[in-house]
């Protein structure tokens, strides 16, 4: 019993991650209406500024927050691409492109970055922060799922409560009735860009000790995002968040299984094929009537 | 000199010319009617005068200051309103939101209710809630409060009880006196004529008619042909 805790409670870091990526991947498709495939490529780029100055001996906490600001504006760049050749895009169109945009974000970081060969990724929060029925539980699994939680009060205070937050909501309605009206949709839009490449971007420094750091294993925590994200229907931050963590939480559990522990990384995608599944149910059910 | 000026405005939509070389004018405190059949182009033009389309070819011109390449946020926050057709809500936002998203600072939400007082019950009910006639009196509201010195409707009565239709050529009658210079697409050719001032109508993307309403009014006959095409004004 106690051993299957252990293994619930070392999956939070993972489960706050997910969590956190899985709101930010909400927050980008409901404000800029794109399923955003590069969302942890973004935060990867950011934590391997700080890997990068780090190891060239600059100190840890500048270098912390260079890499914020390397993330920043990884998804800047990204959003302005998105925003200024596809914003008029289909859905589908603006996801194939964030794909490719992915495809080669991996192959550049890969290339600056060595390949695949490991790095030396600081542990900026090391040690516990409280026992939990007897199990250690990490400041950096506590931090994660706090930003994820401090992210989604954050997002939801600011949408409902401030002028640029009604900006956004009107924006992701009807993009060309906002513009109408003179809202600078396209400066707001690099804005949630920003804003969650800088969120991604730490988020991924806490959890890229616990992995091995190299590009693309972290770029593609992108797929447990979706998941997360998935299961809030890309609607919901709160059932988005919740997702997160009892996606990272299974993914522990899992891990402790000798047998099916090396099949845990599949545990994403039977969460997005069960979703899939369950709403095109729902959406037969609709035609029916 | 006239406020707001599109000169031989083109406009395609998928590589087909839908508007050729259409010229057009709007003066302040004055009300231009835009009429034509089905499918003439009218709501094509507004497009391309908004910036909703790139156009083609031509110049636009809002107080003398060249608007063509500006994007549609920028041409608003010139000083060109647009009221789409179909009613654009956000649907999802309160009325009172949906007032607040342009608001000029020198804007006051109040001024929106006085205008249509029957917005203020609802103001606190999702847009997407209200009848069509609280809708449209909501897009137009919004786009006025964003100060524009020129607006242009397309479309204001599609779809509205005849009563309210009423109400709200009155309103531009009183928007117009007070100094706004509105561009009105209209399918009651009547009613907008009665109301307006100056009336363009068009056929297959081509500006046929340019005069005053009265004329038009007047000779309902002639307005008849260009709707139907016979009017010698082909080719
Ligand atoms: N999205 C579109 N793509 C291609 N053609 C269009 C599109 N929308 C309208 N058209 C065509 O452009 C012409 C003018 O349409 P429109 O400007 O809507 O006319 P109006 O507003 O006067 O009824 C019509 O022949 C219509 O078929
Ligand atoms: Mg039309």
Redesign the interface.
Known sequence: MNSLLTSAVAGLTAAGAYALLGVCAVFTYRLVAVVNFTGAAIGTAGTFVLITLYDAGFPLWPSVFAGIAGGTIAGVLIGFVMTTWFAESAASTKAAVTVALLVGLIAIGLRLTGGQHPHVMPDLFPGSAFRLAGVEVTIASALTIGLAVLFTLLADWFLNLTRTGLHLRALSERPMAAELLGVRVKLLSIFVWAVTGSFTAFALMIIAPQRSPNFMTLSLLVVPALAAALVGLFRSFWIALAGGIVLGVVEGLVSGFDGVSQYRGAIPFLVILGVLLWSQRGARWDDAR | MSIFKANSVSVNRAELAIVNDVDLQVERGTISVLLGANGAGKTTLLEGL?G?IRIAGGTIELEGQPLQRA???AR??AGL??V?QGR?V????TTE??L???LHDSADISEAYALFPELVQRQDVPAGLLSGGEQQMLVIA??LL?RPKVLMIDEMSAGLAPVIVGRLMQTMRKLADEGLAILLVEQFAALALDVGDRAYVMRRGRMVYDGDCKTLLDAPDKLHDFYLGSANTEG
């Open positions: 908004s909703v994007r549609p946020g608003a926050r309103g647009y789409e654009t956000f649907r999802e936002l939101e949906n607040r998203v342009g919004r786009a964003t």
